[in-house]
């Protein structure tokens, strides 16, 4: 069977390496978006699919508008039978969706539908959920509306990361998605709408990662692990009169408080620490000042705080 992904974070590719050990489909075509300018020095970076799909020598798609005549020209001329999407970054245009046979089957990383759209994993660590999960859909043309094919469940610990949960999701997505893939091909499996009170979460931009010190420090917490690595928690403390911005990895709430008014921190017995809301308390665990090396809560309270 003839496939087209359409995928382009780190995330989308290693769906897309278990698609391609399977001989029973083809990858005929890989579609992401465009290359990137990546770190300080700006360096223009191809995603990861584009990456796997170049060592694999699939032809690579990097349109800028998905109902351009020539793209639409490519995409038909590669005779696909099934698309499958991952993580890709742009709503679908029906004249997109009707152009492949079987249509578009997602790897969607919650129990749809709850967390419809763009941060699902990130919405069910900052709200303190317990479990999520992996649905494989078949697309529509609303936000994660379409039909059911595949759904499994998977828990979520309470030190979990965005990034560690992404690993869990892949990890259990894959072999999901290759056998709803076969069943759906072979009619053996028959998509289902979705049941129960959908929810959504929104796409997720750097201003989101800005912590709010009134809050308690488990919901800080949660909202440090949902932001790893990406937008990722950050703050601005003023320090000796100097604002200093700073990045927070990982923290843990803590039984000590000091003295302090709610967000200023605070070298307490070797521990970085910072009052919270509801009187509660956090110790930052590892942090990172804008232009500086990441470091322990503890390293940077002796060299700012001391």
């Known amino acids: 069977m003839r496939v087209?992904?359409?995928?382009?974070?780190?995330?989308?590719?290693?769906?897309?390496?278990?698609?391609?050990?399977?001989?029973?489909?083809?990858?005929?075509?890989?579609?992401?978006?465009?290359?990137?300018?990546?770190?300080?020095?700006?360096?223009?970076?191809?995603?990861?699919?584009?990456?796997?799909?170049?060592?694999?020598?699939?032809?690579?798609?990097?349109?800028?508008?998905?109902?351009?005549?020539?793209?639409?020209?490519?995409?038909?001329?590669?005779?696909?039978?099934?698309?499958?999407?991952?993580?890709?970054?742009?709503?679908?245009?029906?004249?997109?969706?009707?152009?492949?046979?079987?249509?578009?089957?997602?790897?969607?990383?919650?129990?749809?539908?709850?967390?419809?759209?763009?941060?699902?994993?990130?919405?069910?660590?900052?709200?303190?959920?317990?479990?999520?999960?992996?649905?494989?859909?078949?697309?529509?043309?609303?936000?994660?509306?379409?039909?059911?094919l595949a759904q499994t469940s998977i828990e979520i610990a309470p030190d979990e990361t965005t990034s560690s949960l992404t690993t869990k999701v892949v990890n259990v997505g894959a072999p999901i998605l290759i056998e709803a893939l076969k069943g759906y091909m072979d009619g053996s499996i028959t998509p289902t709408p979705q049941s129960g009170e959908p929810s959504l979460c929104k796409l997720l931009s750097r201003e989101d990662g800005k912590i709010d010190w009134n809050q308690d420090a488990k919901t800080i917490d949660q909202k440090i692990r949902a932001h790893t690595p990406w937008p990722g928690a950050w703050s601005v403390w003023n320090i000796r009169s100097t604002e200093v911005q700073v990045k927070i990895f990982s923290a843990t709430s803590s039984t000590q408080t000091t003295s302090s008014p709610i967000g200023i921190p605070t070298l307490s017995e070797g521990k970085l620490l910072v009052n919270t809301g509801a009187n509660s308390s956090l110790q930052i665990l590892e942090v990172q000042p804008a232009g500086g090396n990441r470091m322990t809560g503890d390293a940077f309270a002796r060299g700012y705080l001391k």
């Open 4 to 148: 087209i992904f359409f995928g382009t974070p780190q995330f989308a590719a290693d769906i897309l390496k278990s698609l391609l050990d399977e001989v029973q489909f083809k990858v005929v075509g890989v579609v992401c978006q465009p290359d990137e300018p990546v770190g300080r020095k700006k360096i223009l970076t191809a995603p990861p699919t584009k990456q796997l799909a170049v060592e694999q020598n699939i032809p690579v798609f990097q349109p800028t508008k998905l109902k351009d005549d020539s793209f639409l020209a490519d995409v038909d001329a590669l005779k696909t039978d099934v698309a499958v999407i991952v993580a890709y970054g742009r709503i679908l245009p029906k004249t997109l969706l009707d152009r492949i046979p079987r249509g578009f089957i997602n790897v969607h990383p919650s129990l749809l539908p709850k967390y419809r759209g763009p941060s699902p994993m990130q919405a069910a660590i900052a709200n303190g959920d317990e479990k999520t999960g992996v649905t494989i859909m078949k697309i529509d043309e609303g936000m994660d509306t379409g039909p059911i």
